[in-house]
């Protein structure tokens, strides 16, 4: 069972999230918050293993919340689910340290899969949210002097984990890779653990940016795995 805590101002919206994950099944909702003031206090009493948190809410927001979570359970997995997808709420929630960000426009089966992945540890990111990521961090080391060594550092890696790297680009989860690739989900998280270490890489974000970088995923999220190095 992975218990969730459900913080959004929205009782209609928590009560539909609540029994969106019952009717899944695996989850059990351990608590609700209508603010992130409430929120801190029911992490810290329940310590669920997924936060589904709400950004804009009276009292104390989304992010200072996720911010005084993790000061004190740094192990905390706060997913971030809003309907707002601008620059200052995306960076604001990744900068304290939440693992993923959802908008709530997306699709109930992916907010499933979501809460899933963080369960397990997984940074994610809805696709129009990992677009802007992408794009400023494209930006920022386009304006950047100096060689670019990732291609040196990409050599390192095997055909299979060059693979991987473009699918972690395209944004696949590791069963959705093991899918892909007709591996075991252990075989692939021993693969991405290996291309972050060999990169050093701190999440799948930093990975997901590398491999656009490097034209392993074009610009509709889709593996380009034959691609070489200029």
């Known amino acids: 069972m992975i218990r969730v805590l459900v913080v959004d101002d929205q009782r209609l919206v928590r009560a539909g999230v609540g029994l969106l994950l019952q009717t899944a099944g695996g989850f059990e909702v ?11 206090r029911l992490a810290e009493r329940l310590r669920p293993d997924v936060i589904l948190m709400d950004l804009r809410m009276p009292r104390t927001d989304g992010i200072e919340a996720t911010r005084r979570i993790l000061d004190r359970q740094p192990s905390a997995r706060v997913l971030v689910l809003t309907t707002f997808a601008d620059d200052v709420n995306i960076y604001g929630a990744i900068g304290v340290g939440a693992i993923g960000y959802l908008v709530k426009d997306g699709a109930p089966e992916e907010l499933v899969d979501a809460v899933r992945r963080a369960a397990r540890g997984e940074t994610l990111l809805a696709p129009p ?8 961090a494209l930006a920022a080391h386009d304006r950047e002097r100096g060689p ?5 550092a990409l050599r390192s890696l095997s055909a299979r984990e060059r693979e991987v790297l473009a699918l972690v680009g395209a944004g696949l989860s590791n069963a959705e890779i093991g899918v892909r690739l007709h591996l075991g ?3 692939v998280k021993t693969h ?21 970088r490097l034209g392993l995923v074009d ?6 795995p034959e691609a070489g190095a200029p």
């Open 30 to 40: 351990v608590g609700e918050a209508g603010d992130g003031h409430e929120a801190v």
């Open 129 to 136: 949210v990992l677009a802007r990521v992408l794009r400023r």
């Open 148 to 152: 670019d060594r990732s291609w040196a």
């Open 185 to 187: 989900v252990t075989t």
């Open 192 to 212: 991405v653990s290996a291309v972050m270490e060999k990169l050093e890489l701190r999440n799948r974000v930093q990975a997901a940016v590398l491999a656009h």
């Open 219 to 224: 610009d509709e999220f889709n593996p380009v």
